[in-house]
């Protein structure tokens, strides 16, 4: 079992930056692919980025690339969401979640636990 907790959303302006946290409990971490969603008002839940359990592999979906940065540090339990260069189109709730494939994944399907999301607006 792996709870999740987002934390470090909040307004902002257009063209700036935020840091998304996600604490995981639990001792299994390191073995967990890790990966971001979002989901903004009357949409369906999005891909947003993914790392693998070795860090050795990330995906990205095209609308964050270049902008977006998935990173995690195993002896924190904690993975992170660097987020520059924001536009309102990236207002949304972002959500955490772990997964125990071992590649990295943009399905929702794959992913076995989810945090409680964290609100991230984007002013213009």
């Known amino acids: 079992q792996v709870q999740l907790v987002e934390s470090g959303g909040g307004l902002v302006q257009a063209g700036g930056s935020l840091r998304l946290s996600c604490a995981a409990s639990?001792?299994?971490?390191?073995?967990?692919?890790m990966a971001w969603f979002r989901q903004a008002p009357g949409k369906e839940r999005e891909f947003v980025a993914a790392i693998s359990w070795n860090v050795y592999s990330t995906d990205y979906a095209d609308s964050v690339k270049g902008r977006f940065t998935i990173s995690r540090d195993n002896a924190r339990n904690t993975v992170y969401l660097q987020m520059n260069s924001l536009k309102p189109e990236d207002t949304a709730v972002y959500y955490c979640a772990a997964s125990r494939f071992k590649s990295a994944s943009s399905s929702p399907v794959a992913y076995d636990y989810w945090g409680q999301g964290t609100q991230v607006t984007v002013s213009s």
């Open positions: 639990g001792r299994t971490f390191s073995s967990y692919t």
